[in-house]
C-alpha cells in the first residue's frame, strides 16, 4: 500500500510537470487574400472581382458566418498599424451600422476585404477591435530589374516574367469562368501559389545583378522585415487566453507568415478550407 501511495504521488508530480511544460499553443486561422478593390499596386496586375455583387456578398455571409463558427478571438489585418486609431474609428462606425451609409466612400474604404471581411467577421464575433500589423517597407522592384537588364541576365529576367504571367493569367482565366469568391480565395492560399511567391521574393531576386549589386538582396531583406514586423504585432497583441486567431492579408504576406509559424512550437496554422467545410 505504501508503494502504491509513493507510486501515485510521483505520478501525480509528473503530471503536473508536464502540464507545466506543454506549450500553449495558438492556431492562426491564415487568410491570404487579393485586394477586392484592386488598387493595381502590386508587381502582378490582374482583373479585378466584383466583390459587390449579389453572389459575392451572399458568399461573404457565408464565410464569415462559418468563421464565426471557429469563434476567432483577435482579427489582425494589412493596415499601417501606426494607424490603429484611424482603422478604430472606422470599426467603430462599422459595428453602429453606419459605415456603408455614406455615398461618398471610396473605392478602397467600399471595397477592401478589411471592411467587407474582416470587419464583418470581427462584429459577428463581438469584438471590440480589429488590429493593425502592417509595416511598410521599400520593394525596389524596378531597381532589380535594370540590373538585370544592366548585367544581360536574360533567364532570369524570363523566369521572373514568367512566374509573373503565369499567375496573373491563371487568376485572371479564373475571374473569366465566373469562379465564386470561395473558390478564387481557395487558389491564392494554396500551396503552389504560396511557394511561389516565397521563392519569388525570397530566391529569384536575390540572383539579380553581378557580384557588386545588391538591390535584389536589399529586396528581400527589406520584404524579411516588413513580414517580420507584421509576425512580432501579431505576437506582442496576443495573450494566453488567445487560442484561435485570424490573419487576413495579402497572399505574400500570409505565405511568409506560415513560415514563421511552422518554425514555432506555439503556433499552428489552419487554412480557409478547413473551416468552410467544417
Known amino acids: 500500500m505504501k508503494n502504491l501511495v509513493i507510486l501515485s504521488i510521483v505520478f501525480l508530480a509528473l503530471s503536473c ?7 500553449h499553443v ?3 486561422l491564415l487568410i491570404g487574400t487579393f485586394h477586392y478593390n484592386n488598387p493595381g499596386a502590386d508587381v502582378a496586375k490582374t482583373k479585378s472581382f466584383d466583390i459587390l455583387s449579389e453572389d459575392s456578398q451572399l458568399e461573404l455571409k457565408k464565410i464569415s458566418s462559418k468563421i464565426k463558427n471557429y469563434n476567432p478571438t483577435k482579427i489582425f489585418v494589412e493596415w499601417p498599424y501606426n494607424e490603429q486609431k484611424e482603422l478604430d474609428s ?3 462606425i462599422y459595428t453602429k451600422g453606419n459605415y456603408f451609409d455614406n ?3 471610396s473605392n478602397f474604404y467600399l471595397k477592401n476585404e478589411i471592411f467587407q471581411l474582416a470587419f464583418r467577421v470581427a462584429k459577428e464575433n463581438n469584438l471590440k477591435k480589429v ?3 502592417d509595416y511598410a517597407t ?4 524596378e531597381d532589380v530589374m ?3 537588364e544592366d548585367n544581360n541576365q536574360s533567364d532570369l529576367k524570363k523566369r521572373i516574367e514568367e512566374g509573373i504571367s503565369k499567375f496573373t493569367v491563371d487568376f485572371d482565366q479564373k ?3 465566373g469562379v465564386s469568391l470561395t473558390e478564387l480565395t481557395y487558389f491564392v492560399n494554396s500551396q503552389e501559389i504560396r511557394k511561389f511567391s516565397n521563392y519569388f521574393h525570397n530566391d529569384l531576386m536575390l540572383l539579380a545583378g553581378g557580384t557588386n549589386d545588391f538591390s535584389g538582396p536589399l529586396l528581400t531583406s527589406e520584404w524579411f522585415k516588413r513580414n517580420l514586423y507584421m509576425w512580432s504585432l501579431i505576437q506582442k497583441n496576443v495573450t494566453r487566453s488567445d487560442e484561435r486567431i485570424m490573419v487576413l492579408a495579402g497572399t505574400s504576406h500570409v505565405a511568409m507568415l506560415e513560415l514563421f509559424i511552422k518554425e514555432n512550437d506555439n503556433w499552428k496554422v489552419k487554412e480557409l478550407q478547413q473551416v468552410m467545410e467544417k
Not at 521599400?138 to 522592384?141: D, I, L, N
Request: charged share 25%; aromatic share 14%.
Open 26 to 28: 495558438i492556431e492562426a
Open 17 to 23: 510537470m508536464n502540464a507545466q511544460e506543454r506549450p
Open 138 to 141: 521599400p520593394f525596389p522592384f
Open 131 to 133: 488590429y493593425a500589423i
Open 90 to 92: 472606422l470599426y467603430l
Open 175 to 177: 475571374i473569366e469562368s
Open 146 to 148: 535594370k540590373e538585370i
Open 103 to 105: 455615398d461618398n466612400l
